[in-house]
């Protein structure tokens, strides 16, 4: 198959900071490798959460007791990148990792910062929530404090505004908020401003930061969280997902405009879509996921039987895992419509399936 350098995107540089304690990718990939359990007692690494929930409930039966927590997630070297010591304790936690992490990623690059002042440089960032406002809410003080920098310090948009203005970089700047597929469209997004030749330049991350019981809780009353602390997606066992904490980064460049150096991965073809009128807000449609799969390898140039691995979003819920699988099959033509309940029924084990009522499941993804 031909290449289309002008189409396709270069993933230059990554870094990484996970659960627990991870600081690069191949960190990452041997524990992946090595199949370790990455999941923390919230009690043991952040007993402040189980304080907090407490503060407004009696007991802590509601609140999940594991989730994948980093352990250096309060540290920044704010001098390094001339942050006064004051502003960047206002700073919501998710802001001053990103900043580290896409510094990391630039490195991976090879490029320098310095060289990048001023030029087309896009920054999307995937992300979702701002615990941080729980804890900053119950610091004595605080409003009064920090009055001058809580604003940017707490705005959800600041995430990515925060990289571009200490970085100079002139190419648009955002944060996308589409809850679990966030960091996903963010990179759909970058890889159709460079090949439009908006941006030159793309920094795409992801963030989250576990810092309220709030959403924990919340979570689990909904059922999508597991009881036991572990995300079993494609198992019979499966009941939930683990929420966890991190950050990841990339770096982007048009295939083209490379010139010879370090290229981790290409990106043929992206695809984005919603899954529209579903039975209910949670459940997902596998007939549109399909039709997502197909846009994707149509994009891509790439048919399926040129596809040697599939990476789903494995929520563990009992919905959300079959139909993500079946959907993908059948979009490469491996699966039948009736396996994906065209004929009412759904798939084995699925209570809840489009046209339903029930609220229980999965988040659609985009």
Known sequence: RGADDAREVAVMGMACQLPPDMQSPEEFWQALVEQRDCVSTIEAVRPWLVEQHLRDHDDVADLPMRAGITQRMDEFDAAFFGIAPFEAQSMDPQQRRLIEVVWHALEDAGLRPSSLRGSSVGVYVGAHLVDYNDVSSHVPGSADTYAGHLDSGLHPAMLANRISRLYDFHGPSMVV??????????????????????????????????????????????????????CRTFDAAADGYVRSEGVTALVLRRLSDTNGSRVRAVILGTSSNHDGRTGSLRAPDPRAQAA???????????????????????????????????????????ARPADLGQDGGGPPGVSSWPGGSDESGDVPGA
Request: with cysteine; charged share 15%; proline share 4%.
């Open 177 to 230: 908020n589409t809850a679990c597929s966030g960091s996903s469209v963010a990179l759909h997004l970058a890889v159709r401003a460079l090949r439009a030749r908006e941006v030159d330049t793309a920094v795409v991350a992801g963030v989250n930061y576990i810092g309220s019981a709030k959403e924990l809780m919340c979570n689990n009353l909904a059922g999508m969280q597991s009881k036991g602390g572990q």
């Open 292 to 334: 997502l799969v197909r846009r994707a390898l149509a994009d891509a140039g790439v048919t399926p039987d040129e596809v040697g691995m599939v990476e789903c979003h494995g929520t563990g819920t009992p919905p959300g895992a079959p139909i993500g699988r079946l959907a993908s099959l059948w979009a490469q033509g491996r």
